[in-house]
């Protein structure tokens, strides 16, 4: 079904697109410049993929706590928009201050602040979607979210990366070239957030109580109480904390390990830089098959899909073989963060959409530390990092289990 997007849906939008280049520069950049000042501290490789995973572990466990807390009180009347706009100043600032460090141990605290602060303004950010669209058209505003965010996001990048890769025939540091990288991604991220700060009007929200510390912990509670009495929300929560939490870990460790196996950087990146490319047209084209077959069907395609993507990752050696999985992450990466954010926006109650997204956003694009963790973890005691990756199936496989539980509860 085709529909006129609105000026308001056009700005949230349009935050996708914000936000998705700081996502880009962690998947990529970042953790080629966190390899550089490793190497400089004689850090061996294996190590460098642990401390990567272990730093981004740590952002998620800040923001599994801070989420629901802040989620919650997000939902009092006026409170999202100024939420949502110290998260992402923070995270903004975060980002600029990780080009100036030359401290491997100063850009992994930096990295985990900036990381924490991203993840919390997608908790308001993704609680906004039943302010600015209706119910029907969930599936695709939230495609076209991903989408555009996917594409818009390859335009700071590819500014970035090229300072990056030429900053020698520039006349150029590597620092100054990340320093410059890193402020260009903030700047992207802010300048493109003001038309949704502007028009940003919270439409559903709960009255204001006059002790708002104490309220928020009370409601919160209440919700975890609720869950126990929901079970389709509760058995959704479980399964997307598993799928998603593999699907995050690859975007999250893909350059990381691909350098730790000593793979081309320049290939590695313009491998990723097709998976935004890749990314673009499927999230769009899934959400158009939302409009003719069930959205729970979808996602546990996508699922599956993922399951077979870290099952390939134990092989993975040459440079063609990251390619392949370059393009098959693109197939269905958009798809499945999208159409996991639309189904749950639907079967939660739309005035405590912050209290529900809270939770939502502890197993979604802050919550990685499972993945994180086992890679790490096994990559250390096998020594094999392929192994390592190869892990993350078990995770798919949990997820899709307690999908089809959903499914049964549900709709």
Not at 193 to 207: C, D, E, G, N, R
Request: proline letters at 1%.
């Amino acid at each position: 079904m085709k529909f006129q997007t609105t000026s308001l849906e056009k700005k949230w939008i349009l935050y996708d697109v914000a936000n998705s280049a700081f996502t880009l520069l962690v998947s990529t950049i970042m953790p080629i410049y966190f390899n550089y000042l490793a190497e400089q501290a004689s850090v061996s490789e294996v190590n460098y993929l642990a401390f990567w995973g272990y730093a981004t572990s740590a952002a998620t466990i800040i923001t599994a706590v801070l989420a629901p807390i802040l989620g919650t009180a997000s939902d009092f009347k006026g409170r999202k928009r100024k939420f949502f706009m110290a998260a992402l100043l923070i995270g903004a600032l975060g980002c600029v201050f990780l080009g100036f460090t030359t401290s491997w141990v100063c850009f992994l605290f930096l990295f985990v602040l900036a990381k924490s602060a991203y993840s919390l303004s997608l908790v308001f950010y993704d609680s906004m979607l039943v302010d600015v669209t209706t119910e029907d058209r969930m599936d695709a505003i939230s495609a076209k979210g991903y989408a555009w965010g996917y594409i818009g996001s390859c335009i700071p990048f590819i500014l970035s990366l090229l300072l990056v890769l030429l900053y020698e025939k520039l006349g150029i540091t590597m620092n100054t070239a990340m320093s410059i990288a890193f402020l260009l991604i903030a700047l992207w991220w802010v300048m493109l957030s003001i038309p949704l700060l502007k028009s940003y009007q919270q439409t559903h929200s709960v009255q204001r109580e006059a002790h708002f510390a104490s309220a928020s912990f009370g409601r919160l509670w209440h919700l975890f109480r609720e869950l126990g009495q929901n079970r389709q929300v509760l058995y959704f929560l479980i399964a997307f904390f598993f799928y998603i939490d593999g699907v995050y870990t690859i975007i999250d460790m893909a350059t990381a390990y691909g350098t730790a196996l000593g793979l081309d950087t320049t290939g590695l990146l313009l491998a990723l830089l097709t998976t935004q490319i890749v990314a673009f047209p499927a999230a769009l084209l899934f959400g158009r098959l939302c409009s003719k077959y069930k959205n729970a069907s979808l996602i546990k395609i996508c699922i599956f899909a993922y399951f077979l993507i870290a099952l390939y990752g134990i092989t993975l050696k040459e440079q063609y073989q990251f390619w392949i999985l370059a393009v098959c992450v693109g197939i269905f990466q958009g798809a499945i963060q999208s159409m996991s954010r639309s189904y749950f926006a639907r079967i939660i109650p739309a005035e405590r959409s912050g209290e529900y997204f809270g939770i939502y956003d502890i197993c979604g694009k802050g919550a990685s530390f499972a993945g994180t963790t086992l890679v790490s973890l096994i990559s250390q005691i096998t020594g094999q990092m392929n192994i390592g990756v190869g892990s993350l199936a078990v995770l798919f496989l949990i997820g899709f289990l307690f999908f089809q539980k959903t499914e049964r509860k549900g709709q």
